[in-house]
């Protein structure tokens, strides 16, 4: 089962935007803490609104516990710091995708833990996109492969 994977996400409204992404699409929803707010039942529910109750999400305290806990498949990071195109990348249905902080992405042990690295092609002087954004994004080009 395809899944997703935030690692300590800075901005809560971003995670709520993920948490009902995955509800919606029936995707696993991993959130490698700690998070740049507080995570608690109230802030869930103020932005995942009731998707919340209903997505498949585990928490995870550390990059560490995530690494032992999670499903066999591989890591497959969304970065700017990637040769290959989200579009020409082949998903496979056990992948988890990666996401980064809003802030500063990934540390390299996370980076280099991954077995694969796909960035979203960007035109002109554009950095990056919204994280949430990029995640749906990636999201359904995963799904549109595996299914």
């Not at 800075?10 to 029936?26: E, K, Q, T, V, Y």
């Not at 707010?37 to 009731?50: C, G, I, Q, V, Y």
């Not at 020409?88 to 902080?101: A, H, I, N, Q």
Request: hydrophobic share 45%; proline share 5%; with cysteine.
């Amino acid at each position: 089962m395809l899944r997703l994977a935030t690692y300590q996400p800075d901005i809560a409204p971003n995670l709520g935007s993920m948490i009902r992404l995955c509800a919606c699409f029936g995707v696993a929803l991993d959130v490698i803490e700690p998070c740049g707010f507080p995570l608690s039942l109230k802030s869930l529910r103020r932005t995942a609104m009731d998707y919340a109750d209903i997505a498949d999400m585990t928490r995870h305290d550390s990059w560490e516990t995530f690494q032992v806990t999670r499903p066999a498949g591989r890591l497959v990071l969304l970065t700017t710091k990637a040769d290959e195109h989200l579009w020409d990348f082949k998903f496979e249905p056990t992948d988890t995708l990666v996401m980064g902080r809003e802030s500063a992405g990934v540390p390299d042990d996370v980076h280099n833990a991954c077995d694969a690295h796909v960035k979203l092609p960007m035109f002109g002087a554009a950095r990056s996109l919204n994280v949430a954004m990029t995640a749906g994004m990636a999201v359904s080009e995963a799904l549109r492969q595996t299914r």
